[in-house]
């Protein structure tokens, strides 16, 4: 799959350069991406979720949680497996029972654990939820002493950076280092050895001292990426200067709200290096930008929300599957929108990931992907 975007860069390089992306172009377009081991190589944050099993009630009430594994880099990992992709992660767990627990899920839902590795000293981390729907979720992570933000260069090295066709990484990976220096030398490998680069933003403000520095750091590695994923509000907050602009409702840390000129701030970051930016807008499904092109609404499908958690990974997941299977933009990001609909009507987030054969069940009774 080449879009025309990229053709056009290609023929405003200079000859060398020019050369480097045809080998890039040829590889993107079935050859060298069909001879890869994985489909996906993600990178990020994993953790144990606690969620609520009172549905409805205040925080402050909560009588009972459900354990699972989340982490937005991990839950669409775990997506594109149940999908039938060839998923591998590169996240960091302690050494400690709840480090097991995420292990042990993954093997499980048999997505590759080789690449991850255990930081003496460390914590897995934690994120509990609360859940009173149609959308009040608030959050809280325990993220201090965390592993996976241990995640360094030689965890990189060791990982499979050229054996995947995507790698896909969270902008979460950039609050802190070593794993905002890895991450960044992760995305420059996976460019340099023909994969697709895929950003999903994951704007989590309280992951950073200033939310500013959110979109300060990652527009640094614009360059490197290939496709952006992101709501309407992390987009904005990719471009956020004035403070004031943003605001957290009830601890909902997952859905802050950031206010600006959204199209501006597309056109922008499309001029930095993406090719492709697509804008998650909730119910009514996405848009996708390209340069010089008129944006592609994508509908969504309707249904009744119980959680929001792990829609947007969904989303991630039936997106990548598509791209990745060769589909046109509109097709693979329906299939996304589907599978976000069904994770918003269940209660967790790796967990309610969706089968194939669930997707296609759910699509048929809707009308289908076209």
Known sequence: ????????RFFTSSPTKLNMNINIIEEKNGQGMNMKEFDVLHMGRSCIDLYSNDIGTPFE??????AYVGG??????????RLGLKSTLLTAVGEDPVGDFVLNYLKNEKVETRYISRKPGKRTSCVILGIEPPDRFPLVYYRENCADNELDIDDVLAAPMTAAKVFEFAGTNLSNDPSRSATIFAADLAKQNGATVI?????RPDQWKDPRYFGATLRSVLFNVDIILG?????NALMLHDISKMHVAHSQVSDARVSGDTQKSIAKIL??????????????GCRIHRIGERPIEVSGYPVEVQNILGAGDAFGAGFLY????????????????????????RHACSFSMPTMEEVMAFVNQKGGLD
């Open 1 to 8: 799959m080449v879009d025309s975007i990229w053709i056009k």
């Open 231 to 235: 709501t309407e509000d992390e987009i």
């Open 61 to 66: 009430s909560i009588t009972s949680f459900n």
């Open 271 to 284: 001029s930095m290096g993406p090719s492709i930016v697509v804008e998650k807008i909730g119910k009514k």
């Open 72 to 81: 937005s880099p991990t839950n669409m990992c775990v997506g594109g497996r």
């Open 322 to 345: 598509g791209y990745i299977n060769g589909w046109n933009l509109y097709k693979a990001a329906r299939l996304g929108n589907a599978c976000g609909a069904i994770v918003v009507t």
């Open 199 to 203: 950003l999903d933003l994951d704007f």
